[in-house]
């Protein structure tokens, strides 16, 4: 059976970020059956989400901005991404950060998150830098990114060009688990994670943890139940859909921030995943189904736990 990897290129098409993806492809040609998808972002036309909702509104009918990854659901670059069986992203440093090519992709990946498509697809992400680095920086941002998505994350290979010629030999390393990856998606079909706490789990060894970024994020820095997100959302909700969903969240973040602390992980991220599911469930009647997005959340995004 064949399978199909996408690579986009974010840099020039001779350059150093493009000789660690080449070897990277080389790696994915190793496996039977691969079949390859490259292309320069700066080829097609991917415009920034304008924050319309329509995707949210009617999930998997894609975007409705007319350029390469709109045309609900028919833009070039989107086709591919729909194809793919697993996703390889090589992107230069700019900024200290990831390059805008690469955010504007990944960015108008949106749609997928209302309907949970790219739950367990194998993706892979080069993050490549020649002067001062901050290529480890701009690989945690990526991951970062992704998190919401679900992708099952290979690496990413953070790369300076000190030690080029050894990304070389990780490149293709990763190419083929990659491809050995998705041939398993091709053959078997997507490996979804079962649920939000196997994706924290995940995520968790991963060069950005998730838990940490909730912590940090709910908190607001502080690592206080105090002075995190909840005794103000307390006293300002008015929706009374909302309300009792915000007060299981505050109390199932009362039981993560303590497991935290204790140094706890996995218990933190089982009480951390109930929070973020009564938070944004909470967060979406009170703020965003009437007044911004008018819809109701999808069901494939964060569904209340089972309690």
């Avoid at 992704?146 to 070389?168: C, K, Q």
Wanted: charged share 25%.
């Amino acid at each position: 059976m064949t399978f199909t990897v996408l690579a986009v290129l974010c840099s020039r098409k001779e350059g150093y970020t493009a000789s660690v993806l080449s070897h990277a492809l080389e790696g994915v040609k190793e496996v039977e059956g691969a079949q390859l998808d490259i292309v320069r972002i700066h080829d097609f036309t991917v415009k920034p989400c304008n924050s319309c909702f329509a995707c949210i509104k009617k999930p998997g009918t894609g975007c409705i901005i007319k350029d390469d990854m709109g045309e609900n659901g028919e833009g070039k670059l989107w086709v591919k991404t729909k194809k793919a069986n697993g996703i390889i992203i090589a992107d230069p440093v700019h900024m200290w950060s990831s390059s805008a090519g690469a955010h504007a992709f990944i960015e108008r990946l949106y749609p997928y998150l209302w309907t949970g498509e790219m739950n367990g697809l194998p993706f892979f992400y080069i993050s490549c830098a020649s002067n001062q680095g901050m290529q480890r920086f701009s690989a945690k941002e990526i991951n970062r990114r992704v998190i919401p998505w679900g992708v099952r994350m290979l690496g990413p290979l953070d790369v300076h060009t000190v030690f080029l010629e050894e990304a070389f030999v990780k490149a293709r390393k990763l190419g083929k688990e990659l491809a050995l990856a998705a041939k398993k998606d091709a053959e078997k079909g997507r490996q979804a994670f079962k649920d939000e706490v196997e994706k924290f789990l995940y995520y968790q060894k991963t060069i950005f943890p998730a838990l940490d970024i909730y912590m940090e994020n709910l908190t607001q820095g502080t690592n206080s139940y105090e002075k995190s997100l909840f005794p103000p959302a307390l006293k300002s909700f008015q929706n009374k859909e909302a309300i009792p969903l915000l007060k299981k969240a505050a109390e199932e973040f009362k039981e993560a921030l303590k497991h935290y602390k204790a140094g706890k992980t996995e218990e933190a991220i089982r009480s951390i995943v109930k929070t973020g599911d009564y938070w944004t469930n909470a967060t979406w009647i009170e703020y965003l189904r009437d007044n911004v997005v008018g819809a109701e959340q999808p069901k494939a995004y964060r569904p209340l736990p089972k309690d």
